[in-house]
C-alpha cells in the first residue's frame, strides 16, 4: 500500500474514532448536566425559584444580548462580570454577614480570624451539600442561603434597572440604563444566575469535593480549588505535547521533499477566461471588505467602552449602540465577512477545477446566494438591535433578535435561513466541480478532500441548530463550540489548506504528487487532535470530569502542527520568486506567510496559554482570551481569507488596477497593528488578571477594583495605536479593490467604445 493511501486510511479512521469520542462525551454530558429543579425552597417551606422562572430567565439573559453582557461559567465578554462568579461571591459574603450578625452581632469584617474561620466553615458545609432531590426535582436550602439569596437578588433587580444608585457601577460594567426595564424579567434572570452559580459550588452526588463545573469558578471562601484531575491532566498534556512535537520534527527530517517544477513561462491564471459565475462573485469580495471595515469601526466602540462604559469620548452612544450590541455585530460581523471570503473562493475555484466548465444556471445560483446572504447580514443585525432594546417579546427575540450565545447570536430565523444558503452554497460548489471528482488526475485526492471539506462546512454549521429555547446550558455549550470550533476552526482550515495546494498545483509552483501528501498528511495531524480537541471549551460548562482528560491531552496535539508550521510559511515564502511573473501574486503569498505566523503564535502559543485545565480555570473569560482570540481569529482566518481572495481577484482582474505599494502597506500596517494591540493592551491586561485570579479569586479578577484601576485603564489607552494602524491597513485593502473596479469599468467602457 501507497504512502499516500496509509496516510488516506488513517485519517478516515482518525475522524470515525474522534466524532465517536465527541458524542460519548456529549452523552455523559447529558446524563451528567447540572439539573434544573422545578423548584428551589427553604427549610422552612419558602418558594424561591421554579423552573419556569429558571428557563424564562435564561431566556431573559438572551434577550439582552447573553454572552455579549458578561459571561456565565467563564464564556462571553470580558468588562462586565461573570455573573455566576459574581454572583457566587455576593451570595457568599452576604451569608457570612447574616450569620456574624446572628451569632456575634457584629459585621463579619470585624470579627476575628478564629471566628471567621469558623464561619467559614459553616459556610463550605452548607453551599457544597448537595440537596437537590431527583424524585422530585427540588432543590433545598437553609434559611440563612434563603435570606442571602434575598439580598442577591435585590442588587441585581436594581443593576439590571436605572436604578440611580447604581449607575456608576452599570458604567465600569458598560452596561446601558434600563438592561431590562422589565421587573417580571429582571426576576427571571436572577433565578437562571442563581441556578448558574449554584452549579458552580454543588458537589456532583457520587463525586464529593468537585462541583457541575469542575469547581470553578476559583473561589477560596468555600474551597473552591483545582482538582486533582485538573493537575495531573495539565502536567500530562504538556508532556505529550513535547512528544507530538519531537515526533512530528523526527517525522519531518526524514522526508524526502520533490523539487519544484519549471514554471511556466506565463501566468496559467491569465490563459484562462473567468467564467459568468465567476465574473459574478466580484460582488462577494466588495461585500466581504466593506463587512470587514465596519467591522474595525465596531471593534473600536467595542473597546472604548472598556474605560468610558456608557459613552464614546463624551457621546451618550450606549443609548442608541451599547457594549452588548456593538460587541455581538462586532464578533458575528468577523464570522459574516471571512466565511464570505471562504465561500466565494470556493465558487471561484470549483469551476476553475472543472476546466472552466459550469453549470447552466450557476451565475443565477451565485446572485441568489448573494442576495440572501446580504438579508441575513441585515435582518440579523436589525433584528438584535430591537432584541437589546428589549423591543421584542421574549419568544420574537429568540426567533428574529438575539440567541445570547457568542457566534450564534442571531435569530433562530436568521440562523436557519444562513444554514439555507450554506445548502444552497453546498449544491452550488457540487454542481461545478462534479466534472473534476470524475476525472483522472494527479491530484484528485485533493479535489476530494476538497470537496469533503466543502460537505462538512455546508453540514456542521447546523450543529447549532440542536439546542433550542430551554436546553440546559451545559448541552447549549457543547453544541455551540461544534459550531465554533468544528466549523470555523476545522473544516474551514482543511478547505483552505486543499485549496491554496490546489492554487499552487495550478499554477505549476508544486507538484501534484507533492501536495497530495502533504495536504492530506497536514489534515490528519490537524484533526487527530482538532475534533477531539474541542473538549478543552467544556472543561467548566457542567460537563464530567471525563471531559478534562480528552480535552487536555488532545487540545495539547492541535498545537503540536503549529510548532512546526514555519516549515510551511518558509516552503510558501520561496514561491514568491519562482517566476517573474510571480510578481504578481507576491502580496497573497505573504498572507498565506502572515497566516503561518499567527497559527504559530496567535493560535499556538497563545492558545496553549490557555488550554491545559490548570491555566484554563484561572484564565477563562480573562483577557488572555481575547488575545488569544485576535490572534488566532484573525491572525489566521482573516489573513488567510485576504490571501485567498487576491488569488481570485488576480484571476477576476487579469491584472488590471493591481497596487502592489497599497498591499505592502495593508500587510504591514494590519499585522504590526495586530501584534501591538495584543503585546500592548489585550496580553498584559489578562496577565494582570490571572495574577489577581491566583490570589484573590476568579470574581476578583474580573471586578471593577480591577478591570477599572489606574494601570489597567492606561493599557486599554495603549491599544489605540494598534488599532488605528490595523485599520489604516483595512483601509488601504478596501483601496486597493476600489482601484480595481475602477480599472474594470474603464477596461469595460473601451471595450464598449471599440466595438461601437
Not at 469520542?21 to 422545578?38: A, F, H, N, Q
Not at 481569507?641 to 488569488?647: S, T
Request: net charge neutral; glycine share 8%; proline share 4%.
Amino acid at each position: 500500500m501507497s504512502r499516500q493511501k496509509i496516510i488516506l486510511w488513517a485519517l478516515i479512521l482518525s475522524c470515525l474514532a474522534s466524532f465517536t469520542v465527541l458524542l460519548s462525551m456529549g452523552s455523559s454530558t447529558y446524563r451528567e448536566m447540572p439539573p434544573i429543579p422545578t423548584q428551589v425552597v427553604s427549610d422552612d417551606g419558602r418558594v424561591l425559584f421554579s423552573e419556569e422562572d429558571i428557563q424564562q430567565g435564561q431566556m431573559a439573559w438572551r434577550s439582552m444580548g447573553g454572552h455579549q453582557l458578561g459571561s456565565i461559567w467563564g464564556h462571553g465578554s470580558y468588562v462586565a462580570p461573570d455573573w455566576s462568579a459574581d454572583w457566587l461571591h455576593r451570595e457568599l459574603m452576604a451569608w457570612l454577614e447574616i450569620q456574624a450578625q446572628d451569632q456575634f452581632g457584629q459585621a463579619y469584617e470585624t470579627l476575628s480570624e478564629a471566628r471567621q474561620g469558623g464561619l467559614q466553615a459553616e459556610l463550605k458545609a452548607d453551599v457544597r451539600r448537595n440537596r437537590y432531590n431527583p424524585a422530585n426535582g427540588t432543590i433545598t436550602i437553609s434559611n440563612t442561603r434563603f435570606d442571602a439569596i434575598n439580598r442577591v437578588q435585590a442588587h441585581y433587580l436594581s443593576l439590571f434597572s436605572d436604578d440611580p444608585e447604581l449607575q456608576p457601577l452599570r458604567e465600569q460594567y458598560a452596561m446601558k440604563e434600563g438592561t431590562l426595564p422589565s421587573l417580571e424579567r429582571r426576576q427571571d434572570l436572577t433565578a437562571f444566575i442563581f441556578w448558574s452559580a449554584w452549579a458552580t459550588t454543588t458537589d456532583r452526588a457520587d463525586q464529593p469535593g468537585v462541583s457541575y463545573t469542575n469547581n470553578w469558578p476559583h473561589e477560596p471562601l468555600v474551597d473552591n480549588q483545582p482538582t486533582s484531575s485538573i493537575t495531573v491532566w495539565s502536567i500530562l498534556s504538556v508532556v505529550v505535547l513535547i512528544f507530538g512535537v519531537a515526533a512530528l520534527a523526527w517525522y519531518h527530517s526524514t522526508l524526502k521533499h520533490d523539487p519544484l517544477p519549471t514554471p511556466a513561462k506565463e501566468d496559467p491564471i491569465f490563459s484562462h477566461q473567468p467564467t459568468a459565475s465567476q465574473r459574478a462573485l466580484g460582488k462577494y469580495f466588495l461585500t466581504a471588505i466593506g463587512l470587514f471595515m465596519l467591522q474595525i469601526v465596531l471593534g473600536g466602540i467595542t473597546a472604548h467602552y472598556a474605560v468610558e462604559g456608557q459613552q464614546f469620548y463624551g457621546i451618550p452612544l450606549s443609548d442608541i449602540l451599547p457594549y452588548s450590541l456593538t460587541r455581538t455585530w462586532h464578533t458575528q460581523l468577523a464570522v459574516f465577512w471571512i466565511a464570505t471570503l471562504w465561500l466565494a473562493t470556493g465558487l471561484y475555484i470549483a469551476p476553475a477545477l472543472s476546466g472552466g466548465r459550469e453549470p447552466k444556471w450557476q451565475k443565477l445560483g451565485v446572485n441568489l446566494l448573494w442576495l440572501a446572504l446580504l438579508i441575513v447580514v441585515l435582518g440579523s443585525m436589525a433584528g438584535e438591535w430591537l432584541a437589546v432594546q428589549q423591543v421584542l417579546d421574549i419568544d420574537l427575540s429568540y426567533w428574529f433578535g438575539h440567541q445570547g450565545h457568542e457566534y450564534i447570536d442571531l435569530g433562530r430565523f436568521w440562523q436557519m435561513l444562513l444554514m439555507v444558503g450554506l445548502l444552497i452554497w453546498l449544491g452550488l460548489v457540487t454542481a461545478a466541480i462534479r466534472p473534476a471528482l470524475s476525472e483522472q488526475n494527479d491530484h484528485k485526492p485533493v479535489i476530494w478532500l476538497l470537496y469533503v471539506s466543502v460537505v462538512a462546512i455546508g453540514l456542521f454549521y447546523g450543529a447549532g441548530l440542536m439546542m433550542g429555547k430551554h436546553t440546559n446550558l451545559a448541552m447549549a455549550e457543547y453544541w455551540r463550540w461544534w459550531v465554533v470550533h468544528l466549523w470555523v476552526e476545522g473544516f474551514f482550515e482543511t478547505f483552505a489548506t486543499a485549496v491554496i495546494a490546489l492554487m499552487f498545483v495550478r499554477l505549476g509552483l508544486i507538484r501534484a504528487r507533492s501536495a497530495n501528501a502533504a495536504v492530506l498528511f497536514a489534515t490528519l495531524i490537524f484533526l487527530s487532535g482538532g475534533i477531539i480537541g474541542t473538549a478543552h471549551h467544556w472543561y467548566f460548562t457542567g460537563t464530567p470530569t471525563s471531559v478534562l482528560a480528552w480535552g487536555s491531552i488532545f487540545s495539547a496535539l492541535e498545537v503540536v502542527p503549529l510548532a512546526l508550521i514555519g516549515f510551511e510559511a518558509y516552503e510558501q515564502y520561496r514561491l514568491r520568486n519562482a517566476a517573474s511573473w510571480m510578481t504578481n501574486y507576491k502580496w497573497a503569498i505573504m498572507f498565506f506567510v502572515a497566516t503561518a505566523f499567527w497559527n504559530m503564535f496567535g493560535a499556538g502559543m497563545l492558545g496553549f496559554l490557555i488550554n491545559p485545565p490548570i491555566s484554563l480555570y484561572y484564565v477563562q473569560g480573562l483577557n488572555t482570551t481575547a488575545a488569544h482570540g485576535h490572534g488566532a481569529f484573525m491572525g489566521v482566518y482573516g489573513m488567510l481569507g485576504i490571501g485567498l481572495m487576491l488569488f481570485c481577484m488576480m484571476g477576476l482582474s487579469k491584472g488590471r488596477g493591481w497596487n502592489q505599494n497599497l498591499l505592502k502597506w495593508a500587510f504591514w500596517c494590519m499585522n504590526i497593528g495586530l501584534m501591538a494591540m495584543l503585546v500592548m493592551s489585550l496580553l498584559p491586561v489578562g496577565i494582570i488578571q490571572f495574577f489577581a485570579a491566583i490570589d484573590h479569586g476568579y470574581w476578583f479578577a474580573r471586578s471593577p477594583e480591577v478591570l477599572q484601576s489606574d494601570l489597567v485603564r492606561q493599557l486599554v489607552w495603549w491599544r489605540v495605536p494598534g488599532d488605528i494602524l490595523f485599520a489604516v491597513g483595512g483601509m488601504f485593502i478596501a483601496m486597493f479593490l476600489f482601484g480595481l473596479v475602477k480599472a474594470s469599468l474603464a477596461a469595460k467602457r473601451a471595450k464598449k467604445l471599440a466595438t461601437a
